[in-house]
């Protein structure tokens, strides 16, 4: 495994985690696929992007979640990471309704409508990625991994276009409720089942228990990326990067910065005990039982896994990362 980019220098510690694991072992060939997508989809773009979003590492980004499983079954998350992020970056300054669209076609395209001459490169790549996800499993799965994957966009990027547009940092509360889909563990959970004998039922899958315990996870990876990147976002606030808990409890609640990032960190604190709980306390769930054990520890991992990503891996928080509305660039 190479390790070769410093990590940047963050203005407070990041949180740390009880669970972590070992990356995958072939977690090179998974950034060379992600970085060779970026090259053949992403060249409609300005800025140099396919380098770009090689400094970011995104196929390390899904092969430290992904400890194991066949090329074949990772190979679909590895490059999930990639479109997904090139679409959180394209549509965070949109309209609604444009990223409403982004997200009817990327659904579409998972399922397996035919790309269209007006299909972009981000789109070709989702439709491409969908065509391998859908030969490896079945189709309720599938369905499944698209709603998430549309929650994405619908509820959390077109959400917070509203106030990137407006340049106005919302209310904390709106800002954990938007965030808990943004920052993208929503379309990650069902690509853990990638990794089972088979994927969990949709009955299953759709338990409150189980539910519940990845939007814990989902509040410990907001306060991961809020605290790695409130130093970048604080001082671009005027150019609309405005969705940090951080800055929204300074904002609107007069604290210190400092005040701030233990606030985040009893939030962090208070998802990890419950989280903790859940998992030693799971329900019966009869002959998927080993399966949901299975899941449940690859969910856990999460925010531990992605901590050597934040710190030793990507570059997308130290220049990586497109300071341009590119949507608005393009139509104009």
């Not at 409150?208 to 001082?235: C, F, G, K, S, Y």
Request: proline content about 7%; charged content about 20%; aromatic content about 10%.
């Amino acid at each position: 495994m190479t390790l070769a980019l410093p990590g940047p220098a963050f203005m407070f510690p990041l949180p740390t985690y009880p669970w972590t694991c070992c990356p995958h072992p072939h977690i090179d060939t998974m950034e060379e696929w992600a970085r060779t997508c970026a090259v053949e989809y992403l060249g409609f773009l300005p800025d140099n992007a396919a380098a770009m979003y090689g400094d970011q590492q995104l196929g390390r980004s899904a092969a430290v979640i992904l400890p194991y499983g066949s090329l074949e079954r990772i190979r679909p998350a590895a490059l999930s990471f990639l479109y997904t992020t090139v679409l959180d970056d394209y549509y965070e300054f949109a309209e609604p309704q444009d990223t409403l669209a982004a997200a009817d076609r990327v659904h579409q395209l998972i399922l397996g409508a035919p790309v269209q001459e007006d299909d972009n490169g981000i789109f070709q790549l989702v439709a491409r990625a969908g065509r391998e996800l859908r030969e490896i499993s079945p189709t309720d799965f599938v369905i499944r991994y698209a709603e998430c994957l549309r929650a994405f966009l619908a509820n959390g990027t077109a959400r917070e276009g509203v106030h990137r547009r407006a340049k106005v940092i919302p209310q904390v509360e709106e800002v954990l409720s938007s965030r808990e889909y943004s920052i993208g563990v929503v379309f990650t959970v069902p690509l853990l089942e990638l990794l089972l004998p088979s994927p969990l039922s949709p009955v299953t899958a759709a338990h409150p228990v189980l539910q519940r315990m990845w939007r814990l996870i989902a509040r410990m990876v907001v306060v991961q990326n809020d605290v790695a990147t409130v130093h970048r976002e604080r001082e671009r606030i005027d150019q609309g990067e405005v969705m940090n808990i951080l800055l929204a409890a300074e904002y609107h609640w007069n604290l210190s910065l400092e005040q701030c990032y233990r606030y985040a960190l009893h939030l962090n604190q208070q998802a990890i005990d419950e989280f903790a709980f859940l998992k030693d306390n799971l329900p019966d769930f009869g002959p998927e039982a080993e399966r949901v054990r299975e899941y449940v520890a690859l969910l856990a991992n999460l925010p531990g896994a992605w901590d050597a990503w934040y710190r030793h891996m990507t570059l997308r928080y130290s220049g990586a990362h497109p300071e341009a509305d590119w949507l608005q660039a393009e139509k104009t």
